[in-house]
Structure formats: structure tokens, C-alpha cells
């Protein structure tokens, strides 16, 4: 099963989420296979760039996400603290941190260059499904199985709204 896949932002790769435990990189013009990213223990989520096209943030069943890099294929950092599956990991839009969302009910932001926890969000009552980074970069918006989306401050992690309805 092929979980996700997304295009690099200048559009030359394609990178897939496997339920074989890997990501691949895949070249557009050809549609060849550039490489497979192993290292996950469960199915991998999903597989996003960074804004630079340098690196990937995986995000899998296995309670982890993981940065690699795109020109060797090496893996970066594990970045570990959710106690059940990461669904969704994205990168902030100047590269610098990631968000995860995860079915332990929270999110969490880390920081690219240290692959350390900069700060959990805990508020969702269910499972989150979802996290993405604001334009600008100040703000994450995660989505739950609880009804809601929230929005967060990316410098303090303090929750500022519930959308419900």
C-alpha cells in the first residue's frame, strides 16, 4: 500500500510512504526509482520535503519520524517522543523545524539542525491526524478525530483556538 505521495518543490522528484516500511524517491522525467529510505520497523505514513528539496521528514506506525537526506539517501536524525503511530510530519516553511501529528493525541514540533523536541501541543482529546505549518511559519493548525482543528503558536506552543462545528 502506497500511503502518500508528494512532489519536491521544484517538481523533478516524487517521494512515496510505504506500508513496506519505506519511503522511495522517485525521479519525474523518468519515473525511475532513485532510492529507497529504510529504517522505519512499521509502515511508513508519510514523506514530505523540505522546502529546499534537500531533505524528507517520514513519519510512520513505528512511533517515529525521520529526516533524511535526499542526495545520499542517509538517514539524519530519529526524531522519538510519540507513544503510538506518527500519521503526518511537515516541514516549516523556512526548513527549519518539523510538526508531527500522532494517534497519542498530540503534535509536536522539533527542530531541524539538533532533531530535538521543541515542545509538545497537548490539548485534543482523540487522536490527531494531521498537523501543517502557516504560510509564515508562526502558527500550526492540527486536525483530530475529536471534531476539532486547533491552532497553536509555533514560538511558546500555547494553544489560541478550537474550530469546531
Known amino acids: ?8 518543490p521544484d517538481g523533478s522528484q516524487v517521494v512515496t510512504a510505504s506500508g513496506d516500511k519505506t519511503a522511495r524517491l522517485w525521479d519525474v522525467a523518468s519515473g525511475k526509482e532513485l532510492t529507497v529510505l529504510r529504517g522505519h520497523n512499521s509502515y511508513v ?13 517520514t513519519a510512520s506506525g513505528d ?14 536524525a530519529v526524531l522519538r ?16 523545524q518539523v510538526v508531527t501529528a500522532s494517534y497519542d ?9 539538533s532533531g530535538q ?3 509538545v501541543l497537548v490539548g485534543h482529546e482523540s487522536r490527531v491526524t494531521s498537523a501543517h505549518f502557516s504560510p509564515d511559519g508562526s502558527q500550526v493548525v ?10 497553536w503558536d509555533v514560538a511558546s506552543g500555547q494553544e489560541l ?3 469546531t462545528g
Open 1 to 8: 500500500v502506497v500511503r502518500s505521495a508528494h512532489f519536491s
Open 63 to 76: 512511533r517515529t519520524a525521520r529526516l533524511w537526506d535526499v542526495a545520499s539517501g542517509q538517514e539524519l
Open 45 to 57: 505514513t508519510s514523506a514530505h520535503f523540505s522546502p529546499n528539496s534537500s531533505q524528507v521528514v
Open 81 to 96: 517522543g510519540h507513544e503510538s503511530v506518527v500519521r503526518s510530519a511537515h516541514f516549516s516553511p523556512d526548513g527549519s
Open 161 to 163: 483556538a478550537v474550530l
Open 142 to 151: 492540527t486536525a483530530s478525530f475529536d471534531n476539532t482543528a486547533r491552532l
Open 117 to 119: 523536541e521543541r515542545a
Open 105 to 113: 493525541n498530540t503534535a509536536r514540533l522539533w527542530d531541524v539542525a
